[in-house]
Structures are given as structure tokens and as C-alpha cells.
């Protein structure tokens, strides 16, 4: 999974990756011999259709978006291409966490 890093406005940080749910799925599950589709039915993951094929995560210390679909050799844009693309990324949901 291609990671990147890189300064937005106001010098802030973003981290970027790519989320393939599929994937995840397969490791939850811990065997890759199945076919996709029983992964799919076995894994009970709820994840939007607009991110079925995956999408790129950006993260900073203050909040985290969504794009998808995943473009192409993402991972090989420019920094200024990356804060472009974050610019166009839905927010997403705060996670919380158990208190």
C-alpha cells in the first residue's frame, strides 16, 4: 500500500493512502483462496457504494477525507497535484472511540 506525505496551506501535514476494502476483507477473513464474492458475503464490512472499489484516505492531525475513485498512479503525482486532489475529498466521518 503506497503512503505519502506532504504540506497543505497553512503548512499543515496530510498523510495519503490508498483503502481497498476487498482487501481488508480478505485479511479480516485470513484466506486468500476464497473467490471474491464469497468474501464479500462472509465479511459483513458496511461500506457506501460511492467506496466499493476503494478510495484514497487523507488524514491530517485535525481531519481526514475521502476520494474515490482512486486515481491512477496517484502515488507518483506531484505535492501540488496531491493538495489538489485532497481538495476535492468528501470529509469523513470522526470515528469515536470507546471512553
Do not use: Y
Amino acid at each position: 500500500m503506497p503512503h505519502r506525505q506532504f504540506k497543505g496551506h497553512g503548512d499543515i501535514t496530510w498523510e495519503v493512502w490508498d483503502v481497498h476494502p476487498l482487501e481488508v476483507a480478505r485479511r479480516l477473513i485470513g484466506n486468500d483462496s476464497e473467490s471474491d464474492e464469497t468474501t464479500r458475503r462472509r465479511t459483513r464490512t458496511s461500506v457506501a457504494r460511492d467506496l466499493a472499489s476503494g478510495w484514497l484516505c487523507f488524514e491530517s492531525p485535525e481531519e481526514k477525507r475521502r476520494l474515490s475513485p482512486i486515481p491512477a498512479a496517484w502515488d507518483r503525482l506531484t505535492d501540488e497535484q496531491l493538495l489538489d486532489l485532497c481538495g476535492r475529498a468528501k470529509n469523513a466521518p470522526v470515528r469515536r472511540t470507546a471512553t
